[in-house]
């Protein structure tokens, strides 16, 4: 019995594949190496080169290795490109996820684990959010992983296959050992782009609207270490192999941080300043998201390690450092 994770040669997806071999998980991964790295992979796992919405292909795997849970991360990610192309995130997001999934109904899955987001309630009436709040997504981004999330709903209810969605809120940071962290050299996160901004990697980087009905006037985010936005995903599988009930969770800690905030803990980790210029807004932000961040507990289990942002900060600049050095050997 493996467990199937699409898109475990990206960011995030990378992570797992390290918590499911270190736990004895067998592991396969399927990506399509579009934006995620061979190396990337654990060495321990079976990396298949293929496209989740090839549904020939997936139920071949899934015979093959008697797959019994998927996790599925592949997808695109990338607000502001959601807005700029939104068949191409419906079909990699929504359309594709379709194909999984149906492979999995057919081949007798019985977990499906899912990478959803916050996005999905768009600019919130009122914070912290919950699960229980009406999603109301203002990108393509959000919407197509909400509509996802409602075909998991329905396909639990006519065939049985068990579901958790996961809503992530800001996810940054890298593994703690070292082993992996958020690689695209073209990404486009804050945490990230400060970090590549202090090491002199970027010129510049540029702070995305100062007018927001905030306190500082920047966007606020709830940023969670990649580490615990794993653990809950363990606890998520664990859950649903006892036999507990499908459903939706968010994951987040419950803090808000600001651009400007975010941008001072990047300063106080490195020791220096951030060259940051105000620039207009970006489309598709909301104002502040921060998550109603006790469902994952009480239900889960889940215990986070890492609830700290200067720990997070630290972390995601230790990792560029690493491919610094990586990119000059
Ligand atoms: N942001 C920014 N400059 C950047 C990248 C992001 O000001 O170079 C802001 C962005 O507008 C948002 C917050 O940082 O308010 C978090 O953005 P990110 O892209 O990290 O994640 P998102 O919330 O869009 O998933």
């Known amino acids: ?15 797992m594949v390290l918590a499911l ?16 790295f061979e190396w990337a992979v654990a060495p321990a796992a079976k990396l298949v080169r293929g496209d989740i919405g ?14 019994s849970s998927i996790v599925h991360f592949a997808g695109s990610i990338v607000v502001p490109d959601s807005v700029s192309d ?11 996820s379709r194909a999984l999934m149906h492979a999995a109904v057919k081949e007798g899955v019985e977990n499906f684990i899912f990478s959803s987001t916050a996005a999905v309630y768009g600019n919130p009436r009122s914070l912290p959010v919950f699960e229980s709040d009406e999603p109301a997504p203002i990108s393509p981004y959000g919407t197509s992983k909400l509509m996802t999330e409602l075909m998991l709903r329905d396909s639990h209810v006519a065939y049985g296959l068990n579901y958790i969605a996961l809503r992530y809120f800001n996810v940054a940071g890298a593994d703690p050992k070292g082993r992996s962290g958020q690689s695209t050299p073209r990404a486009t996160h804050l945490i990230k782009v400060a970090a590549q901004t202090v090491l002199g990697q970027r010129q510049q980087m540029e702070v995305f609207g100062t007018d927001y009905d905030t306190p500082d006037g920047t966007c606020i985010r709830d940023y969670i270490h990649v580490s615990d936005l794993i653990a809950a995903h363990m606890d998520a599988l664990s859950h649903l192999r006892k036999g507990g009930q499908s459903g939706i ?11 400007f905030e975010v941008i ?3 300063e106080r980790a490195s020791g220096k300043p951030v060259n940051a210029k105000i620039g207009p807004r970006r489309a598709g932000d909301p104002a502040g998201i921060v ?9 889960l289990g889940w215990q986070p390690k890492y609830d700290n942002l200067d720990f997070i900060v630290k972390s995601a600049l230790d990792w560029e450092r690493h491919l610094e050095r990586r990119n000059a050997a």
């Open 291 to 299: 998550a109603g961040a006790q469902k994952v507990r009480d239900i």
């Open 54 to 67: 090839d549904e020939d292909t997936v139920r071949q795997l899934i015979k093959a290795h008697k797959i």
């Open 249 to 259: 969770f968010n994951c987040g800690y419950g803090k808000g941080y600001s651009v």
């Open 264 to 266: 001072k803990a990047v």
């Open 86 to 96: 939104p068949l191409g995130y419906y079909l990699n997001n929504t359309v594709k």
């Open 1 to 15: 019995m493996a467990v199937l994770v699409t898109g475990g040669a990206g960011y995030i997806g990378s992570h």
């Open 21 to 36: 071999t270190d736990a004895g998980d067998d592991v396969v991964v399927l990506d399509n190496l579009s934006t995620g």
